[in-house]
């Protein structure tokens, strides 16, 4: 069993492009580390208005600039980047800028359902359970190595709201239970 105080506390960067749930339970329940820096690409956006009341210092930064997001994760010394809702594809350059140290969460039992419509997808499917990944980032779109996952069962009556609602508790769950074991 890990200890959580025999690790060096981590300043973590989370980026995301939504709603900011994910990053604000980061917020809450990761208390031992802490949330240095949220970097979101859409103006106006939920994790915006979250950082803000969370009094977490956040910056709009287009995915292309992916140059300046490196120098300010390294400026603000993060050691762990979460990208909990960002919906772009990162480089190689990116990805080697912080090896071992770049984490993803996708609203599905990965390999299956990469991408967009990951929830749809498994809906449709006929599938009886989905769930939610955590994995290493690589440039190749959810593809890098799980680090951990937690089923859903999709149920009779299950729309795409439902089921979206149930995986987000999920993530709720899983993203602070990997950070804290990482
Ligand atoms: C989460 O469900 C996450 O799994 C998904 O975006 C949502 C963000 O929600 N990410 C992807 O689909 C990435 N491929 P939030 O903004 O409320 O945390």
Redesign the pocket.
Known sequence: MYRLDLRKAMRLGVM??????????IVRTCRYDEVVLMIHNKKE???AKRAESLGIKSVRLASKEEDNIIKIFDAYQVDLVV?????RVVSKKFCDAFAGRLI?????LLPKY???G??EQALKSGDTETG?SVHWVTEH??SGAVIKQQTVPILPGDTVETL?RA??QA??NLLPLVINAL
């Open positions: 995301c492009s939504g709603n900011g749930t994910n990053f604000e339970t956006c939920g994790a990208m909990a809702g960002w919906m993803n969460l996708h609203p599905s990469k991408g967009l990951a929830v939610c779109l959810d979206q995986i987000q993530e709720h």
